[in-house]
């Protein structure tokens, strides 16, 4: 019996190797990984001399691909746990109007708009997690449905208390404000000056730095992303929501709490969708009734990009993270190459097909051993 | 012949079941059934389909409440509103197809549901991935599956080391009594045997095995008792030594007709 285990250093040492290489291969991320490196090879050529790898352009890539980030990890997880959710787009939307109407409409103090706001997304993401676990409906469905509810009550709402769509004067009700600094800020502001200073990045003509610092949603994105990575591969949480999507049956049976499980990942992504809301409404100072259109598909996208299965049970976050990535370098590569940004769609389509093509390939390897 | 089943003297059955009704609605599925199990031995629960095997399963693995009927474990009255409780009382089942999550690792399907946690940070439990990784390691050699690496995706098994894979769970996590559903149905003979071979090393542990299947032979291979079902009742129980492969086979069809159409295919039904 022992025999396999002592077996000769030499021969146990190459069973080790080909282990690994086979476990690399068999990584859901394996593609994201490729593909940012392709991306980014080719816009070192493509993009090269158009400032898009100085400073302010990689903060502007950089951004996109954190607002996209903070969704795609939530998009991520509870895709692996089998569910979609595609009120996600909406959800930003109104709970920006969550935090702008009580702020300018009824002058609350603004760090209890947002407090207000993420009460009201996580009940959201409650009650679309609970309709999903109680009926068995596709939440392919009952999130279809709650991305025209609320589509439809962030512009009947912001109608009705400010007779228009766009809601501003958040930045004045919000200015110096703790929650304006945490969603909107900047970190690193010194080492920037010092880059600056020693000639590393640039001046804008007023004598700024060209990157004042680390913007809060990258922020945001990293620690998000940090700690859904962390939760997915390390935590009893992670086996839980790996086995909800895998098969729910079994889990069940095995005593894993699929339904909350499933209810809390919906109360992420509405949580995730109001952080960017609360970035983008203090970022901007406003709040707009057609924010967030379609970001549902471009945090799905990301997260099928990194290698989630669209049937669950397989993916991983860092996956979503680097496809939220690819997705953020293309849509500014093909604006500072000076391409028509409508091959940004072309491109993302083409890419969704390779990811999708690419993902059920690996699943057979990992299924078959091969 | 003496009697294979040797099972330990002393104490009460690990299960017992007396005149156990459970009906749903205007339907009767068990109309009085009556079983013990030892420790150390291989049950056997014969029956067509439609006899009330799963129902009676069921009931013994938490899944439904008894409608009337004694239902003891270890010579304790119990009342079981959950699979949970079941299995706190030592009472693993073993589902046919619904075990295992091929997609995930083998230790994570080892230890799923009852993750070994090395620490805890607020609401979240770090997993001793090392611990269970080691521990599903050993397991499997146990069996006499050779992992190279158990991290490797379950659905890289085959069904009978699957089976194997659930059985050596239920057992490392302290099961008393095992129910075996339908392990056999779906494989081949060479994934068979490997699977009849383990449940008859399971048992020389102590544990009691229910094993469910409506294949004589494959009972017939393991099991030192044997209980038919017929139409929600109870047809009697038989140790080895007492009944043989073919009384077994007309028992269990209680039907003249399909013993008569068995005998023309040969027996080979």
């Known amino acids: ?370 | 012949m003496t009697p294979q089943a040797a099972p330990a003297a002393a104490g009460p059955p690990l299960i017992e079941v007396r005149d156990l009704v459970k009906t749903f609605g205007p339907v009767v599925a068990l109309a009085g059934v009556s079983l013990t199990v030892l420790a150390g031995e291989v049950h056997c629960l014969l029956g067509d389909n439609g006899a009330g095997k799963s129902t009676l399963i069921k009931i013994l693995s938490g899944v439904h409440r008894p409608t009337a009927g004694d239902f003891l474990v270890e010579g304790a009255r119990v009342d079981f509103a959950s699979p949970r409780d079941a299995l706190d009382r030592g009472i693993a089942t073993v589902y046919q197809d619904l075990a295992m999550i091929p997609l995930l690792s083998i230790t994570r399907n080892f230890f799923m549901g009852r993750e070994p946690v090395r620490q805890r940070l607020g609401p979240f439990s770090f997993m001793d991935t090392a611990h269970a990784d080691r521990v599903a390691r050993e397991e499997m050699r146990r069996i006499g599956i050779d992992v190279r690496d158990p991290q490797q995706a379950v659905g890289t098994l085959s069904g009978g080391e699957r089976q194997c894979v659930a059985i050596a769970r239920a057992v490392y996590f302290g099961a008393k009594v095992l129910i075996l559903d339908e392990p056999t149905s779906a494989l081949g003979v060479a994934q068979t045997s490997v699977v009849l071979k383990f449940v008859r090393q399971v048992r020389q542990k102590g544990v009691g095995v229910i094993f469910i299947t409506h294949n004589v032979r494959h009972a017939y291979a393991v099991g030192d008792r044997f209980t038919v079902l017929n139409r929600g009742r109870t047809l009697g129980t038989f140790a080895k030594s007492e009944i043989k492969v073919d009384q077994l086979q007309t028992m269990m069809a209680g039907d003249k007709e399909l013993q008569e159409l068995s005998d023309e295919l040969g027996g080979t039904v």
């Open chain 1, 1 to 370: 019996m022992a025999e396999s285990s002592v077996v000769v250093p030499g021969q146990d040492e190459r069973l080790r190797r080909q282990s690994g290489l086979r476990r690399l291969l068999s990584r859901p991320d394996l593609g994201a990984l490729a593909g940012t490196v392709f991306v980014f090879a080719f816009f070192a050529v493509a993009a090269r001399g158009t400032g898009m790898f100085q400073a302010d352009g990689v903060l502007n890539w950089s951004t996109v691909s954190g607002y996209l980030m903070v969704i795609a990890v939530g998009a991520a997880l509870l895709m692996i746990a089998g569910e979609f959710d595609l009120s996600v787009g909406s959800m930003i939307g109104f709970a920006g109007m969550m935090i702008a109407l009580p702020t300018v409409a009824f002058h609350w103090p603004v760090g209890l708009s947002v407090l207000f706001a993420f009460g009201g997304a996580l009940l959201i993401g409650f009650l679309n997690g609970l309709v999903v676990i109680r009926t068995g409906l596709p939440s392919f469905i009952v999130t279809l449905a709650s991305l025209y509810i609320l589509r439809g009550l962030t512009i009947a709402l912001s109608i009705l208390f400010t007779n228009r769509t766009i809601v501003v004067g958040v930045k004045d009700a919000a200015e110096g404000s703790l929650v304006a600094f945490l969603f909107s800020g900047t970190v690193g502001d010194p080492v920037f000056s010092w880059l600056a200073d020693h000639d590393v990045i640039g001046r804008l003509p007023n004598g700024d730095p060209s990157v004042r610092g680390v913007p809060m949603v990258i922020v945001w994105a990293l620690v998000i992303a940090a700690a859904g990575h962390v939760v997915l591969s390390k935590t009893k949480l992670g086996n839980w929501i790996f086995a909800s999507g895998g098969d729910a049956n079994a889990a069940r049976n095995l005593g894993v709490p699929v339904g909350v499980v499933k209810v809390s990942l919906f109360m992420l992504t509405a949580f995730c969708a109001t952080v960017f809301a609360a970035c983008q409404v203090f970022e901007f100072g406003s709040a707009s009734s057609d924010r967030g259109l379609l970001k549902e598909f471009e945090a799905i996208i990301a997260a099928v990009i990194g290698g989630c299965l669209l049937t669950g049970g397989y993916g991983s976050v860092i996956g979503a993270c680097l496809g939220a990535l690819i997705f953020g370098v293309v849509q500014m590569g093909i604006l500072f190459t000076g391409v028509p940004n409508d091959w940004f769609r072309v491109f993302l389509g083409g890419m969704l097909l390779i990811a999708v093509l690419f993902n059920n390939l690996i699943r057979r390897r990992v299924v078959s051993g091969r």
